[in-house]
């Protein structure tokens, strides 16, 4: 078994006709994996690397990503959407049911630093929710995988602290965060995708932020966060939506309900 295997954090939820979504999940951690492997290789042998939109960085390996990742998931699901960073957004996607969000290598930053908090991104969504998220690290060979078609939030429980929260490492760097909780220490880690899928298999008290994200960098770590009972909601508390025409997230809070529910209290007080 390799090491990662046991990470494959969550199994098949069942429906009452049986599995859902139990081929897309295994083309989907299949397409990870071969993605994963590419990105490695091309880190190991030295890349090419630019800027686009300013400041933002991108590699070939987030094209070599992208382009494998689409192949992979549209070949045999092509009636599916397409919401990619390194794809040209269209308005076709919007008319579609199924949806695939992906980022091909979400941590570029970390990726092309060598340290090993990036991952491959992969969700789907259904009619704008989240029911299937892969996450895979190439440099730990972690891989988180669910589907959340029948999951269940979480009882909510009072919160004791010390709260362990998962932040960016800029925003833990230059200590811009929202307010957090008494007892709250924060943790800095690249890729948001891979904080995500670090707090839905029970590293970490919640992962937050008050700054906007794109869909692709959080569909697949929400759907896994969902698939373990977690809360997840935009910064304002509202239920996080995907496949709209603005593919924009409104800051993220995602923790079990009771702390949620603490922080957002909290966060209320300074609106």
């Not at 730990?140 to 995988?145: C, G, I, N, P, Q």
């Not at 904080?195 to 970490?204: N, P």
């Not at 959080?218 to 910064?235: E, H, I, Y």
Request: charge should be negative; hydrophobic fraction near 40%; charged fraction near 25%.
């Amino acid at each position: 078994m390799r090491r990662s295997d046991r990470r494959l954090s969550f199994p098949l939820r069942q429906h009452k006709d049986g599995p859902v979504f139990d081929e897309e999940l295994k083309v989907a951690v299949a397409a990870a994996r071969e993605a994963g492997a590419e990105v490695l290789r091309l880190r190991n042998s030295g890349l090419r690397y630019g800027h686009k939109g300013g400041w933002e960085l991108v590699s070939e390996a987030d094209l070599r990503a992208a382009e494998m990742l689409h192949h992979a998931l549209t070949r045999p699901f092509p009636d599916a959407g397409w919401l990619s960073e390194e794809h040209v957004d269209t308005s076709d996607r919007l008319g579609k049911e199924r949806v695939w969000v992906v980022d091909p290598i979400d941590g570029t930053r970390e990726y092309l630093m060598g340290i090993p908090e990036y991952a491959i991104s992969v969700g789907l969504v259904v009619e704008g929710a989240p029911v299937l998220g892969v996450v895979y690290n190439p440099a730990s060979d972690e891989l988180h995988a669910a589907t959340c078609d029948d999951a269940v939030e979480a009882e909510a429980r009072d919160p004791k602290p010390p709260y362990d929260v998962l932040v960016g490492r800029n925003e833990h760097g230059y200590d811009d965060l929202p307010p957090l909780p008494a007892g709250a220490v924060s943790r800095g880690v690249g890729s948001v995708a891979y904080r995500l899928a670090l707090l839905a298999s029970g590293t970490g008290s919640a992962v937050l932020t008050g700054y906007g994200r794109h869909e692709w960098d959080v569909a697949a770590g929400v759907a896994l966060c969902l698939a373990s009972g977690l809360r997840v909601t935009d910064a304002l508390g509202e239920p996080i939506r995907f496949n709209q025409p603005q593919p924009f997230v409104r800051g993220l809070l995602a923790a079990e309900p009771g702390l949620h529910q603490h922080i957002r209290g909290l966060w209320e007080r300074y609106q």
